[in-house]
Protein backbone atom coordinates (compact mmCIF):
# COMPACT_ATOMS: atom_id res chain seq x y z
CA UNK A 1 0.00 0.00 0.00
CA UNK A 2 1.74 3.85 -0.65
CA UNK A 3 1.40 6.27 1.41
CA UNK A 4 2.56 9.99 1.26
CA UNK A 5 3.00 11.66 5.00
CA UNK A 6 3.65 15.27 5.20
CA UNK A 7 5.10 16.77 8.42
CA UNK A 8 6.66 20.19 8.96
CA UNK A 9 4.01 22.15 8.86
CA UNK A 10 2.81 24.57 11.80
CA UNK A 11 2.70 28.08 12.29
CA UNK A 12 5.28 31.10 11.50
CA UNK A 13 5.86 34.79 11.61
CA UNK A 14 6.09 36.88 8.20
CA UNK A 15 9.77 36.41 6.55
CA UNK A 16 9.83 32.88 8.00
CA UNK A 17 11.04 29.89 6.63
CA UNK A 18 9.35 26.37 6.79
CA UNK A 19 10.66 23.00 5.29
CA UNK A 20 7.92 20.62 4.41
CA UNK A 21 8.80 17.10 3.48
CA UNK A 22 6.67 14.24 1.67
CA UNK A 23 7.96 10.77 2.64
CA UNK A 24 6.55 7.84 0.73
CA UNK A 25 6.19 4.19 1.93
CA UNK A 26 5.55 1.32 -0.15
CA UNK A 27 6.94 2.52 -3.43
CA UNK A 28 9.89 4.23 -4.91
CA UNK A 29 9.19 8.20 -5.09
CA UNK A 30 12.44 8.82 -7.26
CA UNK A 31 10.42 7.38 -10.62
CA UNK A 32 7.10 10.04 -9.47
CA UNK A 33 6.51 13.22 -10.99
CA UNK A 34 5.97 14.45 -7.42
CA UNK A 35 4.07 18.01 -7.08
CA UNK A 36 3.13 20.71 -3.41
CA UNK A 37 -0.27 21.68 -3.99
CA UNK A 38 -2.06 24.21 -1.45
CA UNK A 39 -5.76 25.43 -0.87
CA UNK A 40 -6.67 28.34 0.92
CA UNK A 41 -9.93 28.27 2.68
CA UNK A 42 -12.45 29.65 -0.12
CA UNK A 43 -9.78 29.18 -2.89
CA UNK A 44 -8.90 26.67 -5.42
CA UNK A 45 -6.19 24.24 -4.90
CA UNK A 46 -2.83 25.65 -6.40
CA UNK A 47 -0.18 23.59 -7.36
CA UNK A 48 3.05 25.17 -6.05
CA UNK A 49 6.00 23.25 -7.23
CA UNK A 50 6.65 20.07 -9.30
CA UNK A 51 9.89 18.24 -9.52
CA UNK A 52 9.83 15.51 -12.34
CA UNK A 53 11.84 12.01 -11.80
CA UNK A 54 14.04 13.46 -14.38
CA UNK A 55 14.44 17.31 -15.85
CA UNK A 56 13.76 20.50 -14.61
CA UNK A 57 11.74 21.74 -11.57
CA UNK A 58 8.73 23.99 -11.98
CA UNK A 59 7.15 27.04 -9.57
CA UNK A 60 4.17 29.30 -9.47
CA UNK A 61 4.49 32.40 -10.03
CA UNK A 62 3.39 33.53 -6.77
CA UNK A 63 6.21 31.09 -5.12
CA UNK A 64 9.26 31.96 -7.64
CA UNK A 65 12.37 32.89 -5.66
CA UNK A 66 10.83 31.68 -2.73
CA UNK A 67 10.29 28.03 -2.81
CA UNK A 68 12.21 25.37 -3.45
CA UNK A 69 11.32 21.69 -4.19
CA UNK A 70 14.34 19.18 -4.02
CA UNK A 71 14.48 15.30 -3.20
CA UNK A 72 16.67 13.07 -1.06
CA UNK A 73 16.27 9.49 -3.35
CA UNK A 74 18.10 7.52 0.06
CA UNK A 75 15.21 8.75 2.51
CA UNK A 76 12.42 8.24 -0.05
CA UNK A 77 11.04 12.12 0.29
CA UNK A 78 10.57 14.86 -1.81
CA UNK A 79 10.83 18.46 0.07
CA UNK A 80 9.73 21.85 0.19
CA UNK A 81 11.80 24.78 1.89
CA UNK A 82 9.36 28.12 1.95
CA UNK A 83 11.10 31.05 2.38
CA UNK A 84 10.14 34.46 2.75
CA UNK A 85 6.71 33.70 4.02
CA UNK A 86 3.78 35.73 3.57
CA UNK A 87 0.21 35.50 5.35
CA UNK A 88 -0.97 34.99 1.68
CA UNK A 89 0.94 31.82 2.14
CA UNK A 90 -1.05 30.36 4.40
CA UNK A 91 -3.24 27.09 3.88
CA UNK A 92 -3.18 23.54 3.23
CA UNK A 93 -0.20 22.03 1.51
CA UNK A 94 -0.44 18.84 -0.04
CA UNK A 95 1.96 16.47 -1.87
CA UNK A 96 1.01 14.45 -4.88
CA UNK A 97 3.08 12.08 -6.69
CA UNK A 98 1.88 10.14 -10.40
CA UNK A 99 3.52 8.34 -12.94
CA UNK A 100 2.25 6.76 -16.01
CA UNK A 101 2.73 2.78 -15.58
CA UNK A 102 1.93 -0.21 -17.80
CA UNK A 103 -1.46 -0.62 -16.36
CA UNK A 104 -1.95 3.00 -16.47
CA UNK A 105 -2.01 5.83 -14.32
CA UNK A 106 -0.56 5.69 -10.69
CA UNK A 107 -1.66 8.92 -8.69
CA UNK A 108 -1.26 9.55 -4.94
CA UNK A 109 -2.03 11.95 -2.14
CA UNK A 110 -0.87 12.57 0.95
CA UNK A 111 -3.27 13.85 3.92
CA UNK A 112 -2.38 17.26 3.69
CA UNK A 113 -0.45 19.99 6.34
CA UNK A 114 -1.64 23.08 7.63
CA UNK A 115 0.89 26.22 7.43
CA UNK A 116 -0.09 29.58 8.88
CA UNK A 117 1.87 32.62 8.26
CA UNK A 118 0.99 35.42 10.82
CA UNK A 119 2.34 37.09 13.08
Known amino acids: QVQLVETGGGLVQPGGSLRLSCAAS????????VGWYRQAPGKQRELVAT???????NYADSVKGRFAISRDNAKNTVYLQMNSLKPEDTAIYCC?????????????WGQGIQVTVSS
Open 51 to 57: IPSVGST
Open 26 to 33: GTILSIYT
Open 96 to 108: NAQRVGIKGMYNY
